[in-house]
Nanobody, 122 residues
Framework: QVQLVESGGGLVQAGGSLRLSCAAS????????MGWFRQAPGKEREFVAA????????NYADSVKGRFTISRDNAKDTTYLQLDSLRPEDTAVYYC???????????????WGQGTQVTVSS
């Protein structure tokens, strides 16, 4: 089992920045690929960014490319999402999630945090 706890959300003006953190406990984070997702009021949860277990591969949703940066520190069992050039449409609850990463096998995200609210004012 992996427990995930997000932090770092808050209220920021458009154009501002935030850094979200996702701390893991229970098992070493290095076993897992990590992802960030978000859900805005009245909308479906959507993918934001993901990073491989060793950090050598990342990918982003088109809507955040060039503005958000995902990273991880396995020594600290923590994953980060740097949010820059924030827009009002980035307002959402942001969740981190973990999935096993094994070559040739696609695992679903099985572990989720409770979420952290990001609100961007115009």
């Amino acid at each position: 089992q992996v427990q995930l706890v997000e932090s770092g959300g808050g209220l920021v003006q458009a154009g501002g920045s935030l850094r979200l953190s996702c701390a893991a406990s229970g098992r070493a984070l290095s076993r897992y690929a990590m992802g960030w997702f978000r859900q805005a009021p009245g909308k479906e949860r959507e993918f934001v960014a993901a990073v491989s277990r060793n950090g050598d591969s990342v990918n982003y949703a088109d809507s955040v490319k060039g503005r958000f940066t995902i990273s991880r520190d396995n020594a600290k069992d923590t994953t980060y999402l740097q949010l820059d050039s924030l827009r009002p449409e980035d307002t959402a609850v942001y969740y981190c999630a973990a999935r096993m990463e094994v070559p040739g096998i696609r695992y679903e995200y099985a572990y989720w945090g409770q979420g952290t609210q990001v609100t961007v004012s115009s």
